[in-house]
């Protein structure tokens, strides 16, 4: 599969632990997103990377949220001391440049209990 | 920053009419507007794309129209099938579509046979 990859598909955690998640970007492709989508809503923009450069990140992003992307290649996203309202999908897409389609992986389903 | 209203939330049409559904963003600066259409469970997969050179694209059964002045665009699906029914999503962003996507709540799409 040549596709946007993400791991894990799931991911069960208590409150206050920290979690880890991989996006695994299509080969070449310069630009990365991160996305959190919550029931019943459109993903909201999180924070987005043109190689290894993080460009922008969203008032949604706070202090507990770090993202990287250090060879320019994969990224991870890594939140601290998780809360309940950290529950939700989190995707990750990838595009070949500025002006291209963003393609979205399967995401992450993460559930703090 | 940019909001974006999607209507109606659920639509449920008779298989072989149309369906349309609307958008409107708040910011002048956006000039790509781009359709996800995501199944139950599944990642968001683009169908259609339009940028704000252009009034009106068509792929097929899918269509959308630009009205840049009422910063409100639209997707029109004629002759609809089981297989169309989903969520779908609008997004705009600006920068062509560089920069992060805001989407839409969503329109769950629903054929009757």
């Known amino acids: 599969d040549t596709g946007v990859s993400q791991d894990p598909r799931h991911k069960i955690t208590k409150r206050g632990q920290n979690v880890t998640f991989r996006c695994d970007p299509i080969?070449?492709?310069?630009?990365l997103y991160w996305y959190r989508q919550t029931l019943g809503q459109g993903p909201e923009f999180l924070t987005y990377?043109?190689?290894?450069?993080?460009?922008?990140k969203s008032r949604l992003l706070s202090d507990r949220f770090s993202a990287e992307r250090p060879k320019g290649s994969f990224s991870t996203l890594e939140i601290q001391r998780t809360e309940q309202g950290d529950s939700a999908m989190y995707l990750c897409?990838?595009?070949?440049?500025?002006?291209?389609?963003?393609?979205f992986g399967p995401g992450t389903r993460l559930t703090v209990l | 920053g940019e909001n974006v209203e999607q209507h109606p939330s659920t639509l449920s049409v008779q298989e072989g009419d149309s369906a349309v559904i609307k958008c409107t963003y708040s910011d002048s600066a956006s000039n790509y507007f781009p359709w996800y259409k995501q199944e139950l469970g599944k990642r968001p997969q683009l169908i259609i794309d339009i940028r704000s050179n252009v009034g009106e694209k068509k792929d097929q059964r899918i269509a959308v129209t630009l009205n840049k002045t009422a910063k409100h665009f639209s997707l029109h699906i004629t002759e609809t099938q089981p297989e169309d029914s989903a969520v779908y999503f609008c997004a705009a962003s600006s920068g062509g579509g560089a920069d992060g996507l805001t989407f839409g709540k969503g329109t769950h799409l629903i054929i009757q046979p």
């Open positions: 897409a990838s595009s070949l440049n500025s002006a291209d389609t963003q393609y």
């Open positions: 990377f043109q190689n290894e450069a993080q460009l922008e």
């Open positions: 080969s070449e492709h310069n630009r």
